[in-house]
């Protein structure tokens, strides 16, 4: 599953649980192998029997007081209703989770990191902000830069969602040499693309190309399953931009695309109508 073979991966999870069918007292065992079934269903876009997998796990741990595990097979499913858009219900998991999360600041900003996320594609900014805003401070008091200022760029997109471009500019031109520096590449390519939807709202092509060169040659250095997907499609907006034809919304979709590929890497392209 780590090296990206998802059909391997949810194979040997098969052949795991049939090795342990024959077995006496190994409903954990089981279960463990349930949370890797499922989140290699999720890569492969079986979300339905991704769900069972993780709840099926989630209800053996829980029978066996196992709280971390249990946690973890929670975390998975929840990760599924975001993928599928399920936001209302992925949040309410998210609430319930953060009351077993006091003695782990890091878990918890985590788990504000994605409850944001949902009320963000939900459209609800003033909820999504202040929970960006704390996941911020508590991952500077833990030392975690990375994280950090992965919260700060959401931040901006949050500004970006209201209509406030010109802060939301602001604060994605201090973040981006900072993911730079730092060596959080792709998060800055984001959010370069992220400036560059900006730019086009504000009829501004020459900047806009330039920002799509800068995240071209990104993708072009990666070496993932997804690259040829993400530069088909930021191919498709660069010569958009230079035809002035791009808008806003044909970089937004991309953005989203480009940014749901290292979870779904077999996501096909469907590109936005040009005006």
């Not at 991952?139 to 700060?152: F, H, P, Q, T, V």
């Amino acid at each position: 599953m780590y090296t990206g073979r998802d059909i391997e991966a949810l194979r040997e999870t098969e052949l795991a649980g049939e090795a342990l069918s024959s077995c006496i007292g190994v409903e954990v065992d089981r279960a463990r192998v349930e949370i890797v079934r499922s989140l290699a269903q999720r890569q492969l876009e079986k979300y339905d029997d991704a769900l069972v997998s993780a709840r099926s796990a989630a209800s053996v741990f829980r029978t066996y007081g196992l709280d971390e595990r249990r946690r973890a097979a929670e975390w998975a499913e929840s990760m599924v209703l975001v993928t599928t858009g399920r936001y209302r219900e992925a949040i309410s998991r998210f609430r319930n989770m953060e009351s077993e999360m006091s003695q782990s600041p890091a878990e918890l900003a985590g788990v504000l990191m994605n409850t944001a996320y949902c009320y963000k594609e939900l459209r609800e900014f003033d909820n999504a902000m202040p929970l960006y805003q704390f996941a911020v401070g508590v991952y500077e008091d833990l030392g975690n830069r990375s994280e950090a200022l992965r919260a700060k760029s959401m931040i901006a997109s949050v500004f970006a969602g209201r209509g406030d471009l010109a802060e939301a500019e602001k604060r994605y031109r201090a973040v981006r040499p900072q993911l730079e520096s730092a060596g959080m590449a792709r998060d800055a390519a984001l959010a370069g693309l992220s400036m560059a939807e900006i730019a086009l709202a504000g009829g501004r092509f020459a900047e806009a190309d330039e920002l799509c060169r800068r995240v071209i040659a990104h993708f072009e250095e990666v070496q993932a399953p997804y690259t040829m997907k993400a530069l088909e499609a930021l191919t498709y907006l660069r010569e958009a931009v230079a035809q002035r034809k791009a808008s806003a919304a044909v970089a937004e979709a991309v953005r989203k695309y480009v940014s749901r590929l290292p979870q779904q890497p077999n996501l096909l392209f469907a590109p936005p109508p040009l005006p």
